[in-house]
């Protein structure tokens, strides 16, 4: 089955320092990745729609300064949290579809846990 | 408008029973459905999905899609408590960003 690899699982950083994490289609191209937060018992909210060789749209209220996207291939994804807060400590999700189907369903990272201290 | 509505839940049941969860949704030319399961402190898995109208069996799960009544609908047999998580429904389609609503919690007790 599509396999989707997210990297790091978990990180903790300082204050004030920049976190890339990675999210890769393994055997599928993705045009399209989502992003996704959650932080604890609440719902998946998503951050960004990340499209290959073009600029991410970003949904209400996410800062594209902060949270950085790039898209440099059909398999690859980037999310760079930039000058991190401890409010930025959260779950990130990563997700994607085939490219060759309409009715692709969408295939998850196991996520990054990120500790901002 | 939200695409999807999660209509049941929090839910709970007790072991062996069947949970009945179900969503409503307000895009008629919707055609297919996925159900994604999420663990607490896990990321999202695909369990299963429906691309016609009717009921699709997997084992212990069945998904049902009435797009006359727009609603979608999952069915555990034998619920046990490993099936215990969040439950996300949500159509196919390029346009689709799952954009998740809280989803339906399910517990399953003992």
């Known amino acids: 089955g599509a396999v989707v690899s997210q990297h790091p699982s978990r990180v903790i950083c300082k204050s004030g320092t920049s976190v890339k994490i990675e999210c890769r289609s393994l055997?599928?191209?993705?045009?399209?990745m989502f992003w996704y937060r959650q932080f604890p018992k609440q719902s998946l909210m998503l951050m960004a729609t990340s499209n290959e060789g073009s600029k991410a749209t970003y949904e209400q209220g996410v800062e594209k300064d902060k949270f950085l996207i790039n898209h440099a291939s059909l398999t690859l994804s980037t999310l760079t949290v930039t000058s991190a807060h401890p409010e930025d400590s959260s779950f990130y999700i990563c997700?994607?579809?085939?490219?060759?189907?309409?009715?692709?369903?969408?295939?998850f990272g196991n996520g990054t846990r990120l500790t901002v201290t | 408008q939200k695409e999807v509505e999660q209509n049941s839940g929090p839910l709970s049941v007790p072991e062996g029973a069947i949970a009945s969860l179900n969503c409503t949704y307000s895009d008629r030319g919707s055609q297919s459905f996925f159900w994604y399961r999420q663990y607490s402190g896990k990321s999202p898995e695909l369990i299963m999905s429906?691309?016609?109208?009717g009921d699709k069996e997997d084992g212990r799960f069945t998904a049902q899609l009435n797009k006359a009544s727009q609603y979608v609908s999952l069915l555990i047999r034998d619920s046990q408590p490993s099936d215990s998580a969040t439950y996300l429904c949500a159509p196919a389609g390029a346009n689709s960003k799952l954009t998740f609503g809280k989803g339906i919690t399910l517990s399953v007790r003992p």
């Open positions: 997700s994607a579809s085939s490219a060759l189907s309409y009715n692709s369903p969408l295939h």
């Open positions: 055997d599928f191209q993705a045009t399209t």
């Open positions: 429906i691309y016609s109208n």
